[in-house]
C-alpha cells in the first residue's frame, strides 16, 4: 500500500489533514510523505529565515511571572527541538494527532507499559522484540504485577485469542512484522476481537519494521502507534530514539493521559 493511498482516509481534496495543530506547532497542509517528512515542524526561522530549526540548548526558559511563560518551563517537560520531532512524526502516522518521543525505544514501550499501573493484564503476540519480552517478563512483571500472556497472534482462532481476555486486560501488544522473525499480524482482526472483549483493551502496534511508509496501523484499528527510532523510519541505525503516538479518541482517552507526566519523569531530551 503506498502512503498516498494510505492518506486517503485522512485527506480532504488532496491536502493531507491531521488536526487543527499538531503538538502546538502550526500543522502545515501539504501533501505527500516525503513533503510533510521536510517541512512539518520546521518553519523557517520567522526572525532570520532560517530554513533549519535552531539547536535549543537552553535548560530552562524565562518566565516573566510564576506559569508565565512561552510554552517552555524546563527542557525535560517541554523543548522546541523536541515538539518539531513530535511534529513531524505525527503528520507521518496517517490517522495520528500527536506524538511523544522518548529517549529510546524501549523507554517507550516502559512508558507505556507503566501508565496501566499496578497488576494489570497484557495480551502480548508471542513473537515480540526480545527486549519487549524481557520489560514484559521480568522487569514489569516483577515491579509492577504486570501479567503477560503471550498468544500466537498470526495463526491463534477467534476463540483462542478472546479467550486469552480476562476482566483486567488493559492492552493488546502487536508488533508486525516481528523481530526478527517477520511474522504479519492482521491489525484490523486483532483490534475488533480486542473491541468485543469486556475490558476493551487498548491496542498498541510497534510498526519499527515497516515505518509509517509502508503501513499506517492507527487507520486500521489501532490505539498507540510505536516505533524505535534507530531502525526504518531513520534510515537504520543513526540515532536513538522512541516514539509513541497515544489514542485520540476521547472516550479512550483517560489510560493514555498518563504518558506525558510519565515521559516527564523517565525521559532525558531525545533530539
Ligand atoms: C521491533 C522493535 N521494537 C522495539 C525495539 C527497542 O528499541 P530501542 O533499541 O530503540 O530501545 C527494537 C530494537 O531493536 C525493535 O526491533
Request: hydrophobic residues 35%.
Amino acid at each position: 500500500m503506498s502512503p498516498a493511498l494510505l492518506n486517503g482516509e485522512a485527506a480532504t481534496n488532496g491536502h493531507h489533514v491531521n488536526g487543527p495543530a499538531i503538538n502546538g506547532l502550526k500543522k502545515s497542509s501539504v501533501d505527500g510523505f516525503g513533503t510533510r517528512a521536510i517541512h512539518v515542524g520546521s518553519d523557517a526561522n520567522e526572525e532570520t529565515g532560517a530554513v533549519i530549526p535552531a539547536i535549543s540548548l537552553s535548560t530552562t526558559y524565562k518566565q516573566n511571572g510564576v506559569g508565565n511563560h512561552k510554552g517552555f518551563e524546563y527542557s525535560r517537560s517541554g523543548n522546541p527541538n523536541r515538539n518539531a520531532l513530535e511534529a513531524t512524526l505525527a503528520s507521518l502516522e496517517s490517522g495520528g494527532a500527536y506524538a511523544l518521543a522518548f529517549a529510546s525505544g524501549s523507554a517507550t514501550t516502559a512508558t507505556v507499559l507503566q501508565s496501566l499501573g499496578p497488576d494489570a493484564h497484557i495480551v502480548s503476540v508471542n513473537d515480540v522484540y526480545g527486549g519487549t519480552f524481557r520489560y514484559m517478563s521480568r522487569v514489569a512483571k516483577e515491579n509492577q504485577g504486570l501479567d503477560t500472556t503471550f498468544v500466537d497472534l498470526e495463526n491463534a482462532d477467534d476463540e483462542t485469542i478472546l479467550a486469552s481476555f480476562r476482566p483486567n486486560t488493559k492492552l493488546v501488544w502487536i508488533e508486525s512484522p516481528t523481530n526478527p522473525t517477520l511474522r504479519l499480524i492482521d491489525i484490523p482482526r486483532i483490534a475488533s476481537l480486542a473491541r468485543s472483549a469486556p475490558s476493551s483493551p487498548l491496542v498498541l502496534v510497534d510498526n519499527t519494521f515497516l515505518s509509517p511508509f509502508y503501513s499506517s496501523p492507527l487507520l486500521q484499528g489501532a490505539d498507540i502507534v510505536m516505533h524505535s527510532l534507530t531502525k526504518y523510519i531513520n534510515g537504520a541505525l543513526r540515532r536513538c530514539n522512541g516514539r509513541a503516538d497515544p489514542p485520540r479518541a476521547p472516550h479512550r482517552a483517560p489510560r493514555a493521559a498518563a504518558l506525558p507526566a510519565e515521559r516527564d519523569r523517565r525521559s532525558t531530551k531525545c533530539i
